[in-house]
């Protein structure tokens, strides 16, 4: 293909290629936007903010290695190496297995422009 020549068909083709890569890369730059990033240690509870709303994250009494995370809000999502059980206004994370610390990210989705 490299030894063929360039014809008017193909130059447009390879213009309309890289101005369509060229208008998303410069729409990802100038539509990106910075994450917030907060770290929360529970001990026995701790508070963050996302999207504006609180979300409390309580370390419970009765499972030390379970996290109890409210109020649900359906614009959140969790991200979790342990086990996400949803209830109608909490979640419960649990740990896959008991030596591994549980992680995890509250993510705020983003509503569309």
């Known amino acids: ?24 890369f410069f729409w990802r730059t100038f539509s990106y936007q910075n994450v917030d990033m907060t770290s929360c240690t529970p001990t026995p509870n701790c508070s963050v903010f996302v999207n504006e709303q609180e979300i409390i994250v309580i370390k419970d009494d009765k499972n030390p290695n379970q996290y109890i995370i409210g109020p649900r809000i359906p614009e959140l999502e969790i991200h979790t190496n342990g086990t996400l059980i949803q209830h109608s206004d909490h979640w419960i994370i649990q740990p896959n297995s008991p030596n591994k610390p549980i992680t995890f990210k509250i993510i705020g989705k983003r509503s569309s422009i």
């Open 1 to 24: 293909m490299a030894s063929e020549k360039l014809t008017k068909h193909r130059f447009a083709q390879i213009l309309i290629t890289s101005l369509i890569l060229l208008v998303a």
